[in-house]
């Protein structure tokens, strides 16, 4: 852990998982619902497939929306729809333990602090102030935009991170809860340490390849604000 930190000169954070529960008190899959329930109404029920129909995740409906290529407008209206409630989401969303401390404690040690989301970066912002943590990233926020082509696992958000931060890749870690989180950061070329919340959730990671696997970020703030000795 002490040479991941000590390696990077620039922290990535994924925002639903490692920084916030976003949806803790406001479910996904009702937002789920209700995406789905914009798309009837706005004529692309037969978007819907039966795998979509069910998914509980407001991000796969989004996406699989988009993949079948319907007018700009039906996306974007979709896209909207979801980045307000996120935005409402984000209101009511629950800290990740240690997660503030983390970011204060990176930024005044000299590291940049950047978010590479597939949520809307609106959303990160509203929490990042909601929390007091805006100053510590500094507008650093690359959240989804309208291609949804760019979402993670494409490597879009954290090339813009990079280029944001003016940091190389290889003086780059990525902190992210997902297998897209992974996939994401290999792509670009950036070192990856993933956030599990239960075994099986490190297990996945370890299957997937991922070489650092950490279930609180207490290890992490540990690891960095700990003395060294010699």
């Known amino acids: 852990m002490r040479r991941l930190l000590s390696n990077a000169r620039c922290v990535l954070f994924d925002f639903d998982g490692p920084i916030c529960r976003l949806f803790a008190a406001r479910p996904a899959d009702g937002i789920a619902h209700r995406l789905r329930a914009l798309a009837v109404e706005l004529g692309a ?3 819907l497939t039966p ?3 069910a998914s509980p995740d407001p991000q796969q409906v989004l996406r699989g929306i988009a993949h079948h290529h319907p007018s700009p407008t039906v996306v974007h209206r979709i896209e909207a729809a979801l980045t307000r409630e996120e935005i409402s989401a984000a209101a009511t969303a629950s800290p990740t333990p240690y997660a503030a401390s983390l970011i204060a404690a990176l930024s005044t040690r000299g590291r940049q602090v950047a978010i590479v989301t597939n949520n809307s970066p609106l959303a990160a912002e509203f929490y990042l102030r909601r929390q007091q943590l805006t100053g510590y990233v500094g507008g650093r926020v690359h959240g989804r935009t309208r291609d949804i082509t760019l ?3 494409h490597p ?3 090339l813009r991170a990079l280029r944001s931060t003016g940091t190389a890749a290889g003086r ?3 902190i992210g809860d997902t297998s897209t989180d992974l996939a994401a950061a290999r792509s670009a070329g950036v070192e990856f340490l993933g956030y599990a919340m239960d075994d099986a959730q490190a297990e996945a990671f370890r299957r997937a390849g991922a070489d650092y696997v950490t279930r609180s970020l207490e290890h992490v703030l540990t690891a960095l604000i700990a003395p060294t000795h010699g």
């Open 45 to 47: 029920a037969s978007l």
């Open 51 to 53: 795998q979509l129909r």
């Open 156 to 158: 879009d958000p954290v």
């Open 172 to 174: 780059a870690l990525m």
């Open 151 to 153: 979402l993670k696992p």
